[in-house]
């Protein structure tokens, strides 16, 4: 059983930076990042498979960088560029799913396990 604690979450200006961190016990071949905003449904915006790809949405990609440290059982969000409506609850996530479903950013697929999340707020 996979357990993830976020953390590094806080409050920035617009075009500011944050790194999110999960630490996780167990292990998973697809981890992923998801956001929630107030009033909106939760979303993936990045996913991890094995250290070795990395697939982002489209609204973050060029901004947004996730990775892994294996070693450590940390997998990252390095948040760039940051904008308003990137503000929202950020979610580690594990998917014991091959590298298929992982690369179209978990779409359909039941979530594992959740971490509890983080808050990022971008101010104009």
């Known amino acids: 059983q996979v357990q993830l604690v976020e953390s590094g979450g806080g409050s920035v200006q617009a075009g500011g930076s944050l790194r999110l961190s999960c630490v996780y016990a167990?292990?998973?071949?697809?981890m992923a990042w998801f956001r929630q905003a107030p009033g909106k449904e939760r979303e993936a915006v990045a996913t991890?498979?094995?250290?070795?790809?990395?697939y982002y949405d489209e609204s973050v990609k060029g901004r947004f960088t996730i990775s892994r440290d294996n070693a450590k059982r940390t997998v990252f969000l390095q948040l760039d560029s940051l904008k308003p409506e990137d503000s929202a609850l950020y979610y580690c996530?594990?998917?014991?799913?091959?590298?298929?479903?992982?690369?179209?950013?978990?779409?359909?697929?039941?979530?594992?396990?959740w971490g509890q999340g983080t808050q990022v707020t971008v101010s104009s």
């Open positions: 996530a594990a998917a014991n799913v091959d590298v298929v479903p992982c690369s179209t950013l978990l779409a359909g697929v039941k979530i594992d396990t």
């Open positions: 991890d498979y094995a250290g070795l790809y990395a």
């Open positions: 167990g292990y998973t071949y697809c």
